[in-house]
């Protein structure tokens, strides 16, 4: 396995623990400030970890599976993320991790870690 897919694999994991930490921060402050005005932002900051949960695992299971249209999801999940994130201390550091992702699995031994996976079904 190539440090190219080593690396993004190990950031990955990095933001799953990140993201669980930030649930666990989220659900400190529902029980030490309960506030009914602010349970919207609540409910929508706790399924925004639950998503960021859920696609870094994916991420982790399909680079582990060679499939290679989820080097496409790390590029969304920049994306995404940095959209969602850019007003938070963490925003531009979880775009320059999500970026820096993004490149590794577009360079040649990345390509070469994909190359034949396309030709089988993707099994989750």
């Keep these: 396995m190539p440090a190219t897919i080593i690396i993004p694999m190990f950031l990955s994991a990095l933001l799953v623990l990140v993201w669980l930490g930030a649930g666990a921060v989220l659900l400190w402050l529902l029980t030490t400030f309960p506030t009914p005005a602010n349970a919207t932002s609540t409910i929508l900051w ?7 949960v859920l696609v870094n695992v994916a991420v982790l299971v399909g680079l582990a ?8 999801v790390v590029v969304g999940q920049a ?4 959209a969602l994130l850019i007003v938070t201390p963490i925003g531009l550091w979880a775009g ?11 360079v040649p031994s990345a390509r070469r870690w994909f190359r034949g996976a396309d030709d089988r079904r993707p099994a989750f």
């Design 46 to 52: 706790g399924g925004l970890v639950v998503l960021g």
């Design 65 to 72: 599976r060679r499939i290679s249209w989820l080097r496409w």
């Design 79 to 82: 994306l995404a993320m940095t």
């Design 96 to 106: 320059a991790v999500g970026a820096g992702q993004g490149i590794l699995l577009f």
